[in-house]
Each structure stands twice: as C-alpha cells, then as structure tokens.
C-alpha cells in the first residue's frame, strides 16, 4: 500500500484517532479546541526519545501518549471547573502555549522542524485507528460511556444521581489526551519530519468541526466526521484540478483556496441543516428500524 | 420501655437564602420509616428548596440533615444517592438524548460498585442484569412500549411515571417526589397512586410535594406545610384541612379575624 491512496489511508487513520481523542471530552460536554496540541506533545515526545536517545519505536510511541496524557490530565483537573466557552478559550490558549515552546525550544528544532529518522509503514497506523475505534466503541457501550453521555445532557442530575460527574470528565478528557498522543508519535514515524506548523491552532479547529458535524451523540458521529473532512477535501482537489477555468487551477494556490472555500461553504450548510450533527441517535434509530421493518 | 419512632429523615433547624432573600427559615421536621409524608403549601413556599437542600443540590446554609441519624447535609449528592436518597424533580430533567431505558440505567448509578461495572461493555452477560432489571421496572410502570425511543420525544405524562422510574432505580430508602402527578390526567393520577403504595408497601419511605389534595389525602398519612420558608402544620393529613393556619395560608386572612 503506497503512493496516493496509501497516504490518504494514513491520513484518514489519523484523523479518526484524533477525531475521538477530541471526542471523548466534547461527549461529557467538555469542547476541546487544543486537540492538535496534544498530537504535537506526543509526536514531540516520541521523536525526541526515537531521535536524540535512540529509543525503539514502540517505546517511543508509548512515552508520547503517557507524556501527553498526562499533560491532560493536570491541565483537565484544573481547567474542567471552567465551563462552556471558557473552557474552550483554556485549551486554545493550551495549544498557544505548547506552539510557543516548540519554537523556543533548540532541542525540538525550533520553527525548522525536527527529523524522525525511525518509520513506521501505513498499514500499522490503519490497524492503530482501527484497534482504538473499537476500543472507544467498547467504553461507549460500558457504563463510563453511559455516564459520559449523561453528564453531557444534565450534569446536575447525574451527580445526584450518584455518578461522579468531575472524575468522568477528567477521565474522558485524560484518554482523550492519550489518544493524540498515540496520533502524534505515528504522524512522526509515518512522515519523518516534524514541525510546529503540522499542529497549529487551524488543526485543532479542524478536529473538534470533525466531531461537532459528524454528530456527539452516538459514537460514530466522530468517523463520519473525519472520514467526510478527510475524503471531501480531496475530491475537491480532483475536481478543481480538472475544471475548465484555466491554467490558474493547475497552479497550485489557487487549487488549495478554492478547496478550502468550497469546505467552508459546506460546514456552514451543515451546522444549518443538522446543527446537531449528521449522525444523531434519532436519525440511527430511524434507519435500523426501517432495517428491521424491511427484513419483517 | 417507651416507642422510640423510627425515623428515616430529619430536618434540624435547616435555613437557606438566596441573594439574602430567605427562602428556607428554620425548618424542623421528621419522615417516620415506612410512612408516607406530604410536603404541602403554596407556591413559592419553599418545597423544591427544601428537596434541593435534601438532596443536595444546593448546600444548606444552617441547619443539619439526618438521613438514618447520620448528618448527610457536609455530603455531595452523589454520597447522598449511594446512602439511599432518591428524588424527581418537578420540572421533568431526563437527558433528552439518552433512551428510555438508558435513563433508567442512570437511576442504577448509585449501585454500582467497582471499575468492572463501571468500563466492561454492558451487553456482557455479567451486566445484562441491569437493562434487564430497568426493563422490568417499565414494565410495572405500563412503559415497556418505548425503551428505545429518545425522551425528549416522548409526551410529558410518559416522560413524568419515567422520572419516578429512574428514581426508584437506585433502591432508594427515601424517595423523594416533587409533583409527580401534575400534568397527569386522572386515570393516571389513580395508576400512580396505585403504584406508589406498592413502593412504600415494599418499604420505601416517601416524601411527596403534590398539589392535588385528593391525592396527598389517599396516599400521604402525615403531612406537612410550608408557608413562606416557614413550616405552619406538621401533623395527620385529615386534620391539615380544619387547621386555621394552614387555611390562611391558602387563604389569605379572614376578614373577621382581623
Ligand atoms: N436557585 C434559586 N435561586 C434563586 N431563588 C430561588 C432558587 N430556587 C428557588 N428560589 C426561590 O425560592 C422560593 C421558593 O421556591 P421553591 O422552593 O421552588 O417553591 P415551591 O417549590 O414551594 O413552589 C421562590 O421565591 C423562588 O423564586
Ligand atoms: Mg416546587
């Protein structure tokens, strides 16, 4: 699996665990608007230890989502009091500052970016997002998942009910952490090149438009979501490249504006159309109904 | 050897103000275990407040609360959920994105012990016990038509016998019903009644706010009246009705008794 297909492959894997790493928050209704900057702490980390201090891959890897998870576990303990678009303004302001370090920082190669000389192929990264998509799917279907989704609806009555509304968001929001990490030291060792620009703040807001539009309700909003803004883009790319309206499209600039306008153009259809997202637990509920009506 | 009354709920001298406007003054009373309590008065007396406080919504601002002799007013709610305190509210708080029977399951929350019931998936057979029990528990409530359907479409005298449902998941000792039968036409009202003596029959002591007399008459052997954060009647149901006070208070003041 190489060349064009096998690097969208990689691509759309990569989205996907990013996608429910933003997830896992924003279904105890906690919006995470730093996602890239988790990835960064755990593509930082794995390359650092793979590069500097010779550390075997998989090591690397796993000292990445454990740094970035805990990174998101001190800043969910202090930041999770703050609510709504407070707590959004936290994680941005989050991401601002884990931008600024890298830059600053000699060791991770400043504004130049970084080698990774170690690689990792496709098909590992593909197996990575499928594992961690069924992984998601089990915890969704377990308690904690029905706790999380309770809190997102009416935290008030969840924690009268006895369930502990502070832990499951800091918890969520701590695997959701680990989970960019995991993105961020296989987007390392996939392209072999890091740089602070792969993790910037436009990323971020790419992830949480991901989930938000893909749906928050049921756990495969966040698939949908990342496969529509991973697959669409390139379509377009496709389509403008071959469209009649001159030499300018084929020049490259113009080709990446024009996709970018034309994303835009659909989000905001799509916020008006499904505000809530296109999957949703009615809108499932209706299509396996018929299903089963079909199959009676 | 005198009968010491075996009390399930206490509140001790409990005061709570809002932005300095007193809202709870003062309130003494006792839930006797196994007895059906009635929380009267007009509104804006105070009785949500007081669920509130008991439940722990709200913190109190003075007084202590004892929940089988233990003060449970230092406690979160969910401490307080786990002790056996359960509770509806008045204006329907279901999530609206979860099932039927998935709310329900909330109402479990408070049983389960461990990080095994907490992360393994609950379609596992050691956990099917608990859809399979809240499915039971719609079932003796009539609700076995929607399990499946999302509550904010559901009509609101359905989604109110859920709430009562939800709260009784927890196996509470002390359940508390703010207005569970408003907005419930008359046959319903009647089911409900039915099936809240079956609760209490089974042990659970209640505590229910209501506004229709003819159903606190029926099912409530006690009652008590809050006026204004104050409590003016703590006595037999028959008798609240003869009580000057409480009349009053309903009534505004007689002309000649001025
Ligand atoms: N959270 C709150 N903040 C401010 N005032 C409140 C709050 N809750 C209740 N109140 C006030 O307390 C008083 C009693 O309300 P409530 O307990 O709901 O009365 P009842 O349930 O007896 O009708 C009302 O005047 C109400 O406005
Ligand atoms: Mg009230």
Not at chain 1, 198 to 209: G, I, R
Not at chain 1, 216 to 236: D, I, K, R
Not at chain 2, 200 to 223: F, I, Q
Request: aromatic share 8%.
């Amino acid at each position: 699996m190489t060349g064009y297909l096998g690097g969208m492959l990689v691509i759309l894997s990569l989205n996907i665990i990013l996608a429910y790493a933003v997830f896992l928050p924003v279904a105890t209704g906690q919006l995470n608007l730093g996602g890239a900057a988790f990835q960064a702490v755990g593509a930082y980390t794995a390359g650092i230890l793979s590069a500097e201090y010779d550390a075997p891959v998989i090591v690397s890897l796993f000292a990445g989502a454990a740094v970035s998870g805990v990174i998101s576990f001190v800043l969910a303990l202090s930041i999770l009091r703050t609510k709504g678009v407070y707590l959004v303004l936290a994680t941005f302001a989050f991401a601002q500052f884990v931008s600024g370090v890298i830059i600053n920082v000699d060791l991770l190669g400043g504004a130049l970016g970084m080698n990774v000389p170690d690689h990792i192929d496709g098909p590992i990264i593909a197996v990575a997002a499928v594992v961690i998509l069924l992984l998601v799917m089990l915890l969704m279907q377990a308690r904690f998942g029905l706790a999380m989704r309770a809190i997102h609806d009416d935290d008030v009555v969840a924690g009268l009910m006895g369930i502990e509304v502070r832990i499951t968001r800091v918890a969520a929001f701590t695997i959701g952490g680990v989970l960019a990490g995991i993105a961020g030291g296989l987007y390392a060792f996939y392209f072999n090149f890091i740089e602070v620009q792969s993790f910037d703040s436009l990323s971020s807001v790419y992830l949480l438009l991901f989930v938000l539009l893909g749906g928050t309700q049921t756990v495969w909003g966040p698939l949908v979501g990342a496969a529509f803004f991973t697959v669409v883009p390139e379509l377009f790319r496709y389509v403008v490249a071959h469209l009649p309206v001159g030499h300018a499209a084929s020049t490259g600039q113009l080709d990446t504006s024009w996709r970018f306008i034309i994303l835009g153009a659909i989000t905001v259809l799509m916020m008006v159309w499904r505000p809530e997202g296109v999957v949703t637990r009615t809108g499932l509920g209706r299509l396996l109904h018929r299903r089963v009506e079909k199959q009676a | 050897m005198s009968a010491v009354p075996d009390i399930a709920l206490s509140l001790r001298h409990v005061s709570k103000s809002f932005f300095g406007l007193q809202v709870v003054t003062d309130v003494s009373f006792d839930v006797l275990r196994g007895q059906r309590t009635a929380l009267i008065g007009p509104n804006g007396a105070g009785k949500t407040t007081v669920f509130n406080l008991v439940s722990g919504a709200f913190g109190v601002d003075q007084g202590e609360i004892l929940l089988d002799g233990t003060n449970i007013a230092p406690l979160s709610p969910g401490k307080r959920a786990t002790m056996g305190l359960a509770r509806s509210f008045q204006n329907i708080r279901l999530m609206p994105h979860l099932s039927v029977v998935e709310n329900v399951m909330v109402g479990q929350h408070a049983r389960t012990r461990g990080l095994m019931d907490l992360l393994t998936p609950l379609w596992l057979p050691r956990n099917r016990v608990w859809r399979e029990e809240a499915e039971a528990q719609l079932r003796a409530f009539g609700l076995e038509t929607y399990p499946n359907e999302v509550t904010a479409n559901l009509p609101y005298g359905i989604r109110k016998k859920i709430e009562v449902v939800r709260a009784l998941m927890s196996h509470p000792k002390v359940l508390l019903l703010d207005e569970p039968a408003a907005g419930l036409n008359t046959r319903e009202t009647a089911e409900l009644k039915d099936f809240l003596l079956d609760v209490a029959e089974r042990g659970v002591t209640l505590l229910v706010v209501e506004h229709d007399m003819s159903l606190v008459r029926s099912l409530c052997d006690h009652t008590v009246v809050l006026n204004f954060g104050r409590k003016i009647y703590d006595g037999p149901t028959a008798e609240v009705q003869n009580d000057p006070g409480v009349l009053e208070a309903y009534l505004g003041p007689r002309h000649d008794a001025a």
